[in-house]
């Protein structure tokens, strides 16, 4: 068991978080502090929001599913919650169960430039140019809420609350890549297997124009912040071990890497990855299998 003081004040008073279990509440000198307790073993990440937010509730599988927006930007609050529910059913049916008893989205600024979303144990803080404020009937090519939802929430199990990697060469493969993934499988199931191809078409002309300036390197040794290999490679790399060895496949060898490395176990090494995707393939896609994270 691992607790963790943390403090979280709402303007909008709601000060239970449901993931964690409250030991104590005061106030002083006009500010109001909690003490929580987390239930599970969770790495040390946390960060903290605050605003007159309005909130919207639902739930997944007997999951909380609360969004934390500022009241006039709530026309893509119910896009983000039906895309929540998507990602939820997908992961806990192909990786494993969701470790809290809630997820929380909250609005964050859109004058942080640069960044779309990021995600924390049962929370994840998302812009609100990119996701709340956003007029995304604009864009046909592409549904940024389908994209965001399903790779912060993805980061649950990828990087957040369960596997969570030593910040050395490889590990943004065990959380980026495996986000980047997730994120596409859900693609597919909303928009189809034609207009994945475009997609994957996009981040790998990405990664070609990216060359000229960024370090080439293996994805499997991938450096920490090399989003260019990482994010855009990384998902070039597993849509080719998909048509490869199948999606459902792959997702096996997820979710027994998840079955041996969720934290608080050791963590893993990019490589303890590759070998899951090899224990699960014929011996013939092995060298293949190989190349592409190794090469």
Known sequence: MI??????YFIS??????????VGSWKERGRNYFHYSSPVPIPF???VSSGEYAVKRASQNGIAIEVYYHPTHHENVYHLIA????TIAYCEENFGKYPF??????EISGFTEGFAATAYPAAVFMSEAMTFHADIRKERRRDVINELAGHELSHQWWGTAQIAPDD????????ETLAMYTELMLFKRAHGIEAVKKI?????????RGKGYTTEEPLYKVKPGNVHISYNKGLVAMYQLYELIGEEKVNLALKQFIFRYSFPNYPPASIDLINEFLSVSDTSFHKQIKKIFMQ
């Open 101 to 106: 008893r809630s997820i929380r989205f909250a």
């Open 45 to 47: 990440r946390f960060a």
């Open 83 to 86: 895309e929540a529910k998507n």
């Open 168 to 175: 050395r060469e490889g590990a943004a493969m065990l959380t």
């Open 200 to 208: 994957v078409a996009m981040h790998q002309e990405i990664y070609e």
């Open 3 to 8: 607790s963790y003081d943390l403090i979280q």
């Open 13 to 22: 008073k709601i000060p239970l978080m449901a993931n964690f279990l409250i």
